[in-house]
């Protein structure tokens, strides 16, 4: 059973940076798909970013590209999300989640098999 675990969200005012941490457990080793989605108050869930089946090749939504940057390192079982220049509309709860059976076109519908409980990022202007 794949756990994940979301930390490092927080307040931030507009143009600062944040980084999310999303700490995994039971994933062996198979190659997984891991992404980010948020969801703000009163809207769907968003993807965000993914790296996809453990490749390194990272897929980013057009509203976060050349500000955010998903990263893994495998020997703390981590996934980040690193977060630049944030804006007010970057305010949501953020979610990790993964999947292994993910195919490429898919990778940025909200139906992966695991997801951890969410952390909070508020954007201050």
């Known amino acids: 059973q794949v756990q994940l675990v979301e930390s490092g969200g927080g307040l931030v005012q507009v143009g600062g940076s944040l980084r999310l941490s999303c700490a995994t457990s039971?994933?062996?080793?198979?190659?997984?798909?891991m992404a980010w989605f948020r969801q703000a108050s009163g809207k769907g869930r968003e993807f965000v970013a993914a790296d996809f089946r453990s490749t390194s090749k990272r897929y980013y939504a057009d509203s976060v590209k050349g500000r955010f940057t998903i990263s893994i390192n495998n020997a703390k079982d981590t996934v980040y999300l690193q977060m630049n220049d944030l804006k007010p509309e970057d305010t949501a709860v953020y979610y990790c989640?993964?999947?292994?059976?993910?195919?490429?076109?898919?990778?940025?519908?909200?139906?992966?098999?695991?997801w951890g409980q969410g952390t909070q990022v508020t954007v201050s202007s």
């Open positions: 989640a993964a999947d292994r059976q993910k195919i490429l076109s898919s990778i940025r519908d909200p139906t992966y098999a695991y």
């Open positions: 039971g994933r062996a080793s198979n190659p997984y798909t």
